[in-house]
């Protein structure tokens, strides 16, 4: 067993993870939450035994978000609400640091620009 699950910590994580709410009547309780066409895992191991996956990239292939189920699995959503805020904050540094004045966009590298909210575009993210 992968660990005791909440699903209201589940979907609070989901949230501030960046993840959009849709309902769905067929969907566990009714809803799932969705991010870059991936939807958020609530619980691996049910997920796994409902859809028969046995491998990642099974899971990954059928649009579950494994890689942030894996990176937030762990995390309180105190945790994840420091470390927004901590990964924000340092953005908005780097933002500064580079000349940035608050109206333009900032050049990093690569096609990749920084924007005055801290925020990157261009490169993969666009």
Wanted: hydrophobic fraction near 35%.
């Amino acid at each position: 067993m992968v660990g005791k699950w909440n699903y209201k910590e589940s979907c609070e994580k989901a949230i501030l993870a960046g993840y959009e709410e849709c309902t769905d009547e067929y969907d566990y309780n009714g809803s799932y939450f969705i991010k870059d066409e991936k939807i958020w895992i609530h619980d691996l191991e049910s997920l796994c035994e409902k859809m028969g996956f046995t491998t990642i990239q099974e899971i990954k292939d059928a649009g579950y978000a494994f890689d942030d189920w894996l990176k937030y699995k762990d995390l309180t959503t105190s945790q994840m609400e420091s470390e927004s805020l901590f990964a924000e904050e340092e953005m908005l540094d780097i933002y500064a640091a580079i000349g940035g004045n608050g109206s333009n966009n900032v050049y990093l590298a690569d096609g990749m620009w920084l924007t005055p909210e801290g925020e990157l575009v261009g490169g993969n993210n666009a």
